[in-house]
Structure formats: C-alpha cells, structure tokens
C-alpha cells in the first residue's frame, strides 16, 4: 500500500485535490467552513464544519459528481501572497480560518485561489485542477476540532489521487483486498471480540473464540521465555502519581496516561507502561552480580489515552495487555543479553511467518531534548553501545531520530503487513536511566555497590495488536494450534440417535486430546451449517454419515479446500494432535 506523505509527486496532487474537494463541498453548502486538509499517509482529508447538515454515504456521490465539474473546468492553481491583516479581512466570518490565522508568524501569509474557491495555503500544489481528475471519495467520519473533545466535532472525509486512472483503479483493488482483510471485520465474522461505546471506545472486550486465542499466544511466548530463564509476575495496573513522577513519565508522557485519581488524599493513575512496577521488584532485595542478569517478564494490562482518532479494533486502543519484560544485567552482560532478545524476536516470527520487517535504530533528537530524559552523557553512552551491539551482531538496520522512548534508544523491528503501512510489533530498549531514578543497584565482585542497566523488550508488543496483525496476515484461516475451534463435527442427520451418538463418540475422543472441537447439532441442513463453519474458518469440518458409523470413520474438509478426505478415526485424532503439538502451520 502506498504512503502518500513519502512521495512527494502524489503528496503534492492529493494536496490539491483536497482543495478541489473543498471547492466542490462549497459549491453543494454554501454554508460550509473548513479547518484543515492535509495529506496523511492513506491519502488526503479535509474537516469541515457543515451547520446543521451531515454527510451520509449517498452524499459522498453528489460530492464526486461536483469534484468532476471542477476537474473539468481547467482552473489554474494561483499561488497568492497577502498580509495578515488581508488574509483576516478575507476570512472575517470564518471562525476556524481566524484561528489559523492568529497562531501565524507576522508577515506575508500564502494562499491558493482556484476559480471562485479560495482557502489558506503553504502549497505547494499542481497548476490546474484537472490534474486532479483521478480521484476516489474513501470515507467519512467525525473528528474533534483540533482533536480536542471539548470541542465541535466536525466531519472529516477522505479521499485518494493519482496521476492514471490505472494507478487508482489498482490502489482501491487494494483498498477492496484491506477491507476483507481487516481484523474488525474478521473479529465479527469469526466472533472474537467487540467493541461498544457503553463501556468505552478503546476498550475492547474478547469474546470466548477470541480470548481462546489470546490465550494460546499468552501460553506460547510465556513457554519461550521459561526455557531462557525469564521469571514471570504478575502487578497491579494503577500506582501512584509519585511513582511516575520517580520514573519520569509523568513529565514526558503524561499527555498519553488517564487522568489521575484521587483516593484518600493520594492521587492514583492507570499505568501506560510496566518498567516502574519491574523496578520497585528488582529493588525489594539486595542482588549480587552473580544473580545477573534477572529478566522479570510479565503479560500486563496497559491503558494510554489514544486519542479517538486514532483507535482502530484490537490494533490500537486505549487498553491492551503486552508481552513486557525487563532483563536487569551488568554493561558486560548487555551483548549478550541483546543478542538472546533478538534471536528470540527472529525465532517467533520464523514461527509464525514473519517474514517482511525492517529493524529501526530509534535516537532522540539533539534538538528537541525536553521530550528526553536530560543527561547527554547517559545518551551518548546508550546509543553508542546500542549501535555497538547492533553492528557486532550483524543486524542490518537503518536510523531514525526522534522515535527513542523518553529514557533510551531501542531498537523496533517494524513489520510490513499484507495491506496497510507498517507499523512496530517488537522493540528492545536500552535504558541507564531508570535503574539510576529509582536507585537499583548490585554488589560487584569487588563488593562495591553498582548500577545494573536494563534491557525493555516486547517480542510480541502487545498481544492485542499482535492478534490483529495475524489475523489479518491469514485473513483469519489460523493454524490449527491457534484456531478457537479447531475441529467442528457435524453429523448429517441430527435427528438419528444412533448417528448422534457416534458423533458424540467422536468428540469424546478428541476432547480426550484436548482438542477444541464443537458439535453442530443443530436441525439446519449440512449445506448451511458446511458455509457457517467457512465463514467462521474452523480448520477442520467433519462430516458424519452412515458410511463413516458403520466404518468407524470421518470424512473431513480443511477450510478453503474443496476435497474431503476421509480416515479412521484414530488416525484422524492422531494426525489433528501431531498437527497441534508442533503448531504446525
């Protein structure tokens, strides 16, 4: 999928077809006032306050059919230069364009007119409209002004551009293939989880497929990380504001944490992170340097406030529950410790799959320092040895300044998914920062007092978005190891006793297994129940008959094959645990 911010040619023509957008919903309601059109990664977008009217999916037409007009009209794009106090005297009744214009620097303001429609403006833009004429209206929503909650919500749509008509006509063949892919619309086909805004957007809640799921991938990594030698606990998701002001993520993080709760004259917060619990554990005793290094892993519950925006299903919400873990080890010990959190990344996606990623070296950014932890020396030291490493241990990586977390650089190991940009899935950060803030220390072989380094690493980031990202990678057809119901018995005749009762013989030998399977007996024909258990993926439907009774066998279909296949069924039940116990895929 394209990223319409990195090329600068279509960055530039959707920029401007926002405006034709904008020309067009001024020509259909006069009444219309705008904020902002920006180019975002999946195209353009433009918020716009419409009164008392609302843009419903049969308008979104109306508004193409005005687009085309003004696509053919030919207009230049004119580039204008006027003062402050023009530009104000222009938008006098425009609210939102006065508010642009106030946060502006005194001087010369730009503008761009097209034919009768006129808006605020750096540019640049394409010379004429028609340039824009290969466009696609995609969606609309609401959107806070300013992205503040306290404000209007204002109605936002978006749309694509591109030079060809055959450039745009693949991009919504691609568009078409994200919407079937997409984790929510899979989560409701399969029935994995919902989200309702009773209980809160953000906030979503795993149904029983769904949490069996999230269980099998809890019990997969944390059976990894017992074999390295990584001690799980479990911690509370609220502490003290004081213990966030120690960390320090009440000053550089405190716009992404809920709001604090006062309880008995303290003052509480939901946790967005689990490194101080981690901390305030490594401190509950004296260590020496032969207990290093401790690696403290824990599957924690997490809150942030994402803003609405930005929340999408079990990708991204404002609670999830992450495969966190903190390796507290001596300098000595960092490439070596490094190294193992590494293979271990690479070990799980060979597992599932994984094969299109990219590995970040995340820094701070010397020039914007207030958002990072202030000890340049702390940071020199930590992204010289985290390069170090890196480079010792032949990773191929590329640098980005400005994506450190607030105490460390680390390193992300973004994916590409099947549709979609990319997007961080694990990280391993190196941090000498917090183990000093809460005064961690170890005795060293020459009993003298030391400060451990810490190593923050998620191999699956979040279980949540890690669901969702091979939910959509499968388009929902699970290995068998992870399907919720990996096998769905459905007898042809459900009002037969002696059949039922060899298909509940069957079940019974496969629940024997602790295999997860169902029993269709409802009275619905086979045909419907066969579509019902594709629509829900179940890797294996049998199908029991009279034959399969009177042989002692099963007739079975794996999900998007048309053949059966049938065998005894011990040997079935014998194929399906082999099957799940080397997770096959």
Same mark, same amino acid.
């Given at each position: 999928m394209v990223n319409f911010k990195e090329n600068e040619e279509l960055k530039t023509l959707n920029h401007s077809c926002a405006h034709v957008m904008a020309q067009a919903i001024k020509h259909l309601y006069p009444q219309a006032k705008f904020w902002v059109g920006p180019v975002v990664a999946e195209g353009f977008y433009y918020d716009v306050d419409l009164g008392d009217a609302v843009i419903r999916d049969e308008d979104i037409e109306k508004i193409e059919k005005e687009m085309?007009?003004?696509?053919?009209?030919?207009?230049?794009?004119?580039?204008?230069?006027?003062?402050?106090?023009?530009?104000?005297?222009?938008?006098?009744?425009?609210?939102?364009?006065?508010?642009?214009?106030?946060?502006?620097?005194?001087?010369?303001?730009?503008?761009?007119?097209?034919?009768?429609?006129?808006?605020?403006?750096?540019?640049?833009?394409?010379?004429?409209?028609?340039l824009c004429r290969n466009f696609k209206l995609i969606r609309h929503s609401g959107a806070y002004w300013k992205g503040d909650s306290k404000n209007k919500v204002l109605q936002r749509i978006y749309g694509v551009c591109f030079p060809t008509p055959e450039e745009l006509e693949?991009?919504?063949?691609?568009?078409?293939?994200?919407?079937?892919?997409?984790?929510?619309?899979?989560?409701?086909?399969?029935?994995?989880?919902?989200?309702?805004?009773?209980?809160?957007?953000?906030?979503?809640?795993f149904l029983p497929k769904g949490y069996t799921i999230w269980q099998e991938l809890e019990n997969y990594i944390k059976e990894k990380e017992r074999k390295l030698g990584y001690l799980h606990v479990m911690t509370p998701c609220v502490g003290t504001v004081n213990l966030y002001k120690?960390?320090?993520?009440?000053?550089?993080?405190?716009?992404?944490?809920?709001?604090?709760?006062?309880?008995?004259?303290?003052?509480?917060?939901?946790?967005?992170?689990?490194?101080?619990?981690?901390?305030?554990?490594?401190?509950?005793?004296?260590?020496?340097?032969?207990? #290093?290094?401790?690696?403290?892993?824990?599957?924690?519950?997490?809150?942030? !406030?994402?803003? &609405?925006?930005?929340? *999408?299903?079990? $990708?991204?919400?404002?609670?999830?529950?992450?495969?966190d873990a903190h390796l507290f080890v001596t300098p000595e010990q960092i490439k070596e410790e490094f190294t193992r959190v590494v293979d271990l990344i690479f070990s799980t996606y060979k597992d599932f799959g994984i094969t299109d990623y990219r590995c970040v070296l995340s820094l701070r950014d010397p020039e914007n320092k207030e958002k990072y932890h202030d000890d340049d020396e702390m940071w020199n030291t930590a992204e010289n040895a985290l390069r170090d490493v890196m480079n010792s241990i032949g990773i191929e990586y590329t640098e980005e300044i400005g994506e450190a977390a607030f105490y460390g650089p680390k390193l992300d190991v973004n994916v590409k998914p099947a549709v979609g940009n990319e997007?961080? #899935?694990?990280?391993?950060?190196?941090?000498?920062?917090?183990?000093?803030? !809460?005064?961690? &220390?170890?005795?060293? *072989?020459?009993? $003298?007092?030391?400060?451990?380094?810490?190593?923050?690493?998620?191999?699956?980031?979040?279980?949540?978005?890690?669901?969702?990202?091979?939910?959509?990678?499968?388009?929902?057809?699970?290995?068998?190891?992870?399907?919720?119901?990996?096998?769905?018995?459905?007898?042809?005749?459900?009002?037969?006793?002696?059949?039922?009762?060899?298909?509940?013989s069957v079940q019974e030998k496969l629940d024997d297994k602790y295999v997860r399977v169902e029993l269709d007996d409802?009275?619905?024909?086979?045909?419907?129940?066969?579509?019902?258990?594709?629509?829900?993926?179940?890797?294996?439907?049998?199908?029991?008959?009279?034959?399969?009774?009177?042989?002692?066998?099963?007739?079975?279909? #794996?999900?998007?094959?048309?053949?059966?296949?049938?065998?005894?069924?011990?040997?079935?039940?014998?194929?399906?645990?082999?099957?799940? $116990?080397?997770?096959?895929?």
């Open positions: 085309k007009k003004v696509c053919k009209s030919g207009k230049r794009i004119v580039r204008k230069e006027i003062s402050k106090e023009e530009a104000k005297e222009m938008f006098k009744d425009d609210e939102y364009k006065l508010d642009l214009i106030d946060g502006l620097e005194d001087g010369n303001i730009t503008c761009y007119e097209q034919g009768d429609f006129t808006d605020l403006c750096r540019g640049p833009h394409v010379e004429n409209v028609k693949d991009h919504l063949k691609l568009l078409e293939e994200a919407k079937e892919r997409d984790h929510r619309k899979i989560g409701k086909d399969m029935n994995l989880f919902m989200v309702d805004d009773l209980v809160g957007r953000g906030l979503p809640m120690t960390s320090g993520h009440w000053d550089h993080y405190k716009e992404n944490m809920f709001p604090a709760m006062e309880v008995e004259g303290e003052s509480f917060v939901l946790r967005p992170m689990n490194c101080p619990h981690h901390m305030m554990i490594y401190a509950n005793r004296m260590h020496s340097y032969k207990d #290093l290094p401790i690696r403290i892993g824990e599957i924690a519950h997490d809150f942030r !406030f994402e803003a &609405s925006g930005t929340l *999408k299903g079990i $990708e991204r919400g404002r609670h999830f529950c992450q495969n997007y961080t #899935l694990s990280t391993c950060q190196l941090d000498f920062c917090l183990p000093a803030k !809460f005064n961690l &220390s170890y005795i060293d *072989k020459d009993g $003298e007092k030391k400060t451990p380094v810490v190593l923050h690493r998620a191999i699956l980031g979040s279980l949540d978005r890690f669901m969702a990202y091979i939910l959509e990678e499968t388009k929902g057809n699970l290995p068998t190891w992870l399907a919720p119901v990996q096998v769905r018995i459905m007898p042809v005749k459900t009002d037969n006793e002696e059949l039922m009762a060899y298909a509940k409802r009275s619905e024909k086979l045909g419907y129940r066969m579509r019902e258990g594709q629509i829900e993926k179940v890797p294996y439907l049998l199908v029991i008959g009279f034959n399969e009774m009177e042989n002692q066998t099963v007739s079975y279909r #794996l999900h998007g094959q048309a053949e059966t296949t049938t065998m005894p069924v011990d040997e079935f039940v014998e194929k399906i645990e082999n099957e799940i $116990e080397q997770k096959l895929r």
